[in-house]
């Protein structure tokens, strides 16, 4: 899955608010009838087109700035001279641009109202310096919107960014990313031939998601490689698997959480009864290549496993700190296991690992995590596009800071260049062997 964040949530999408403040824009119609008023009346329309979206951009992403925001009415020279309140006024400038391009320009008549606004939006949100904001036109949006839903159209690739570079976290097993030869830790260093370095997640994502059947062109550098290779990927219909349990004796099993969608607490609890069926003792809980999911998935599964308390806290633009604590009924708080994680452990999977080291629930054994812990909605905009951007931070229970830092595990352990046999698990699976004898 190519994913990113949502509303309340640690790396999907969920439709958000729409207009924040209420726009409107009147015009003093003429009442030429001549051809060459008719064509005047046309620019008048199209100018009065792109000052509406360019006053609606502003008061979108002008939240910051003021509480409600208003479009005023003034003449002049019998056109329109439009002022916003309540924002900067280094934000007239976009008005005042576009008033250039289309009296100077040289194909000024040409100019696409819908393509000069999606642009303006694309610049603010690029200005902001923000890997996870991005703007969504209307089709975008449709497909940014699938996620999490059990399953979308894709490659199956779960991506972030690291170093400024679009990097795969993990391909999804048994998709087409995975059949292409795609790893954890690869660099897509050109989508269809234009450069990703520098661009924003959401916008990785736009230009790799697409309908099944169709080919997407990818430059990869894999990790420890020097030189990139090609690798054509077609799209399919990418089905979301959550949970899989396996068993490694009679005694241990190897639990995988490989995303936290909608369905991975109910999907957790099915593989809890045959965890129970089966008689083992305790198990591994991998969350290695888990690049997150839903904030309400992460706080559901995590309170399988603990009594009482703070599963996180976020922190807003404006300081206000938001608690999501423990629910209760756990089904799990007895089990004793171990907890797996890597460098491509990210949002929602180092929300449940700080939370179990904060509570000292479990042991954690691996590499430090991704450190991913923002929180970005997705707003849905009245035309059917939208916006994505970064609302929040997370920290753990003790006030640990996610982003930017990640979770360092109980105990370290850098992968081995020779990865044939996992010894992280099995490193894991001893130490869960001592914890069940010394009845842990």
């Not at 309908?211 to 430059?219: A, M, N, S």
């Not at 305790?282 to 703070?310: A, E």
């Not at 939208?386 to 990640?406: D, Q």
Request: charged share 25%; with cysteine.
């Amino acid at each position: 899955m190519i994913a990113s964040e949502n509303t309340g949530s640690a790396s999907g999408y969920r439709g958000g608010l729409g207009w924040p403040c209420d726009t409107m824009l009147r015009v003093n119609r003429p009442s030429h009838t001549s051809e060459s008023a008719n064509k005047e009346t046309n620019s008048v329309t199209k100018s009065r087109l792109v000052r509406a979206s360019l006053i609606t951009i502003l008061c979108i992403l002008g939240l910051s700035f003021a509480v409600a925001c208003g479009v005023q009415q003034a003449s002049v020279s019998g056109d329109v001279d439009t002022t916003i309140e309540g924002l900067p006024p280094e934000f007239e400038r976009l008005l005042e641009v576009w008033e250039l391009l289309e009296g100077e320009y040289i194909n000024g008549t040409g100019l696409d109202p819908q393509e000069i606004s999606d642009g303006a939006i694309r610049g603010m949100l690029e200005a902001l310096g923000d890997p996870y904001s991005a703007f969504y036109n209307t089709e975008q949006y449709k497909i940014a919107t699938q996620d999490l839903k059990g399953f979308f159209e894709g490659i199956g690739a779960e991506v972030g960014i690291r170093n400024g570079m679009v990097t795969i976290l993990a391909p999804m097993p048994d998709t087409p990313a995975e059949k292409a030869g795609i790893k954890p830790g690869d660099i897509i260093m050109e989508i269809e031939d234009e450069s990703a370095e520098g661009i924003s997640l959401m916008e990785a994502v736009n230009r790799i998601r697409g309908k099944k059947g169709t080919v997407v062109k990818l430059l990869i550098l894999h990790k420890g490689d020097t030189e990139p290779v090609v690798i054509n990927v077609e799209r399919g219909v990418i089905s979301l698997t959550s949970v899989r349990l396996l068993t490694v004796d009679d005694e241990i099993s190897h639990l995988r959480i490989f995303n936290f969608a909608e369905t991975t607490n109910k999907d957790l609890l099915a593989a809890l009864e045959r965890f129970e069926d089966s008689g083992a003792s305790g198990f591994v809980l991998d969350l290695r290549n888990n690049p997150g999911g839903l904030l309400t998935s992460v706080v559901n599964v995590t309170s399988q496993f603990l009594d009482d308390g703070l599963v996180l806290y976020q922190v807003n633009a404006q300081g206000d700190r938001t608690d999501w604590k423990v629910k209760s009924g756990g089904k799990a708080k007895d089990i004793p296991f171990v907890i797996l994680v890597n460098e491509f452990s990210a949002s929602a999977s180092e929300v449940f690992t700080g939370a179990m080291i904060d509570h000292e629930r479990a042991t954690v054994i691996g590499t430090t995590t991704f450190g991913k812990g923002s929180v970005s909605n997705l707003w849905s905009l009245q035309d059917g596009s939208g916006v994505n951007f970064t609302i929040a931070h997370w920290f753990t229970p003790k006030g640990t800071l996610i982003e930017g830092e990640g979770i360092t595990p109980d105990i370290v352990m850098e992968k081995p260049e020779d990865d044939s046999e996992d010894v992280h698990l099995e490193q894991a699976i001893d130490l869960l062997r001592k914890k069940i004898a010394q009845g842990n």
